[in-house]
């Protein structure tokens, strides 16, 4: 049909994304008056700007919305395929992905006090310290998003339907673990862990179509980590957590100073995970979504049909 549409008369997948980017650049240029108008903290760690977590939050907002405009307008297909929907299913979908990031992490922290002379005491918390751990809540929350939607939403989900899940899923995780290479402390064992990550996010999008669940996930693995075990982040320290948690072994098991994310231990334990979500029957879409990409699949056959007959 040409450079612009397929033989199926849609745009083609490489100009979708590229008006999903522009759109997504579009969306964002009102709240930049806002962030500069705004009274807002830029001091102090990353983690703890008040500034830093109004941006991430306006750019979560602009990706969304740029996918629902990109579906709704450009593809004529209904919005909530883009997975980021805000309804009741959406919880549990994302505390089903919470568990997994607990359990995931769990597990790794089990076998890694088990094999070394590793030691957890509680830190305790004091009444002041609850807002800077509300705090952390919000921004670990915020980030997950915005990675997710980024690397699991529209751009990804486009990607899957012009070379397959597969393939869609390893040029995604390999892209996520390649944009952590200017972390702290970053090794090859690291970007071996970020990308089995990847992989494990990618399957419980794609078993789920939601972006909550991948979201939870990312979010419990990242927040129980630092905030909670008091353990590095990706290379990334916390100033407060509930725990203080030290681990001893050699740096290939236990991460050394990136953080157990560096290790072999969070890697062999992640595969097994990766395998489980696979495997797994109780992953599902929603009735709502099922509902909604039914119709959306009858609609477009009846089209087709249509135009044949024609």
Not at 59 to 78: D, Y
Not at 195 to 202: D, E, I, R, S, T
Not at 264 to 293: D, G, T
Request: aromatic share 12%; proline share 4%.
């Amino acid at each position: 049909m040409g450079i612009l549409y397929n033989n199926q008369n849609r745009l083609r997948i490489i100009w979708r994304m590229i008006v999903y980017l522009i759109v997504s650049v579009l969306a964002f240029i009102p709240f930049i008056p806002i962030l500069k108008i705004l009274p807002l903290d830029s001091s102090g760690a990353d983690l703890e700007s008040s500034a830093n977590l109004v941006f991430v939050l306006f750019l979560n907002i602009s990706f969304i919305v740029a996918g629902w405009i990109t579906l709704k307008w450009i593809e004529h297909r209904p919005p909530a395929l883009l997975g980021m929907n805000f309804w009741p299913s959406g919880v549990r979908e994302f505390l089903v992905g919470v568990a997994i990031g607990i359990a995931n992490f769990g597990l790794v922290l089990i076998i890694l006090l088990l094999i070394g002379e590793g030691s957890m005491r509680w830190s305790g918390i004091a009444a002041k310290d609850l807002n800077v751990f509300g705090f952390y809540f919000a921004i670990y929350l915020l980030f997950a998003m915005i990675e997710e939607v980024i690397n699991r939403g529209y751009l990804f989900q486009t990607l899957c339907e012009g070379i397959g899940q597969v393939k869609a899923a390893v040029i995604i995780s390999l892209i996520f673990s390649v944009i952590h290479i200017f972390n702290p402390d970053f090794s090859i064992l690291a970007g071996v862990f970020l990308f089995v990550h990847g992989l494990l996010y990618a399957i419980a999008y794609l078993k789920t179509r939601s972006l909550w669940t991948p979201i939870g996930l990312h979010m419990a693995w990242n927040f129980t980590q630092g905030p909670v075990a008091g353990m590095k982040v990706s290379g990334t320290s916390v100033d407060n957590s509930l725990f203080l948690t030290e681990v001893a072994g050699p740096d290939f098991l236990t991460g050394g100073n990136f953080g157990v994310e560096g290790g072999l231990v969070a890697i062999l334990v992640s595969i097994i995970f990766v395998l489980i979500l696979v495997k797994s029957r109780w992953l599902n879409p929603s009735e709502r979504f099922i509902l909604i990409h039914t119709a959306m699949v009858r609609n477009t056959a009846q089209q087709a049909s249509t135009g044949d007959n024609e």
